[in-house]
């Protein structure tokens, strides 16, 4: 980051003198639009709903109920799709329509709804507590699986009428769907086939720079990032995305930023579209759900949130320590896309992962792909929207 202020500030105090500040600079109108904006801006009919936990955080979710031509008066099949970590629902509409998940599934005849994970950008409201208060963030992995996702789906369903649909989710989407599907199992029947992109459950061999947070104590993490939110978008991630990512001549390192933490696929970035892809992430999360991250590196296991002592995790738990996430009683179908080069969901990981998948219908390895190739990349629509969207045709 400090590379990028670097050029910020070069092209600031250079380009006026050399005329040159807007030389080079095309801004791509979406990365200064909302969800719902950007959803309008391609001609979809949309929908915007909040959904109250059963703690009481207020979630926004998003609907494109059809695609762009006359909607149909009989019902579609819903689809869901939820994001990974600090990011949001606007993953699957940052490309044109076609290259964009939920713009190709709602043009194939499907209802698609986006979820927002709590703490987000677009779900950042409780009943009772403030964003202010340390309370609203003591939230990580186990609070989104445990009541965003079934309260969401349960929302979902009594919109539509429908009582079961399909479930997308991009790694952390895919790990808290892992956890409620092998421990809810009436959200389970509701669901028809489980889409897992870069599955993450373990991350013992991760090779992502959230690595760092493990040499931290819990104590030195809070002194360094507080105990309430962690990434948010700021106004100068913005300004960074809008004003010097959007020039051609900072592509190469605005990319490689982005590269460093997911893993390298620079042939299948469309770099003229980085501004919309940094404009639209980090989208935050707690710190709580950091820690949570950097536990399940430290222990290479697949686990609930250690509280840090007994009575604590008594408290939540009923038992002395967090229990184990056990993947195997998951009876899901589920279908599994994973990225030789994805440096988040390590490939050591996912050969543990799927041998406890117990209905796993469909795998396959894209040897080049990155954590972010899954919605970013150029091919993705060969390599796994198609075969996606052909599952969801033969199941139905």
Same mark, same amino acid.
């Given at each position: 980051m400090w590379q990028l202020l670097a050029a910020a500030c070069w092209m600031l105090l250079l380009g006026p003198l050399y005329g040159c500040h807007k030389k080079g600079r095309i801004t791509n109108p979406e990365a200064n639009m909302n969800i719902s904006q950007t959803i309008s801006y391609w001609g979809y009919p949309y929908e915007e709903y909040d959904v109250v936990t059963k703690d009481e955080y207020v979630l926004g979710i998003y609907r494109i109920p059809h695609g762009r031509g006359c909607p149909s008066k009989a019902p579609r099949p819903v689809v869901y799709l939820q994001h990974g970590l600090v990011a949001s629902a606007s993953i699957w509409i940052c490309n044109p329509p076609n290259s964009s998940l939920a713009f190709l599934l709602a043009d194939n005849g499907y209802d698609v709804w986006m979820g927002n994970s709590r703490g987000n950008t677009w779900s950042r409201k409780h009943l009772k507590f403030s964003t202010k208060?340390?309370?609203?963030?003591?939230f990580s992995l186990d609070e989104m699986a445990k009541y965003d996702l079934p309260d969401t789906i349960d929302f979902i369903v009594e919109k539509t009428g429908q009582e079961r649909l399909y479930y997308?989710?991009?790694?952390?989407?895919? =790990?808290?769907? %892992?956890?409620?599907f092998s421990t809810n199992p009436e959200l389970a029947k509701k669901i028809k086939i489980f889409f897992a992109l870069a599955p @993450?459950?373990? @991350?013992?061999? =991760?090779?992502?720079? #959230?690595?760092? /947070?493990? =040499? /931290?104590?819990?104590?030195?993490?809070?002194? %360094? %990032?507080?105990?309430? #939110? %962690?990434?948010p978008h700021t106004f100068f991630e913005q300004f960074i995305a809008t004003k010097v990512c959007s020039r051609k001549l900072f592509h190469h390192l605005c990319s490689n930023f982005l590269f460093s933490f997911c893993g390298y696929d620079p042939k299948n970035l469309n770099m003229s579209r980085l501004d919309v892809y940094l404009a639209q992430s980090p989208a935050g999360t707690s710190v709580q759900n950091m820690l949570h991250w950097a536990q399940a590196v430290n222990s290479g296991r697949f686990q609930a949130y250690d509280w840090g002592n007994s009575d604590q995790n008594m408290k939540h738990f009923h038992q002395l320590t967090p229990p184990l996430y056990d993947v195997t009683k998951m009876e899901v179908p589920t279908a599994v896309w994973s990225g030789g080069a994805d440096s988040v969901a390590d490939p050591k990981d996912l050969e543990n992962l799927l041998p406890k998948i117990t209905r796993l219908i469909y795998f396959k390895c894209i040897p080049h792909y990155n954590h972010v190739d899954f919605y970013l990349g150029q091919d993705v629509p060969q390599e796994i929207y198609q075969d996606l969207i052909r599952l969801m045709g033969e199941c139905s």
């Open positions: 208060s340390p309370e609203f963030w003591a997308v989710g991009h790694s952390q989407g895919t =790990t808290i769907a %892992f956890i409620a @993450v459950t373990t @991350v013992k061999y =991760t090779r992502s720079p #959230m690595r760092k /947070l493990t =040499t /931290l104590s819990r104590a030195a993490v809070k002194v %360094f %990032f507080g105990d309430k #939110m %962690f990434s």
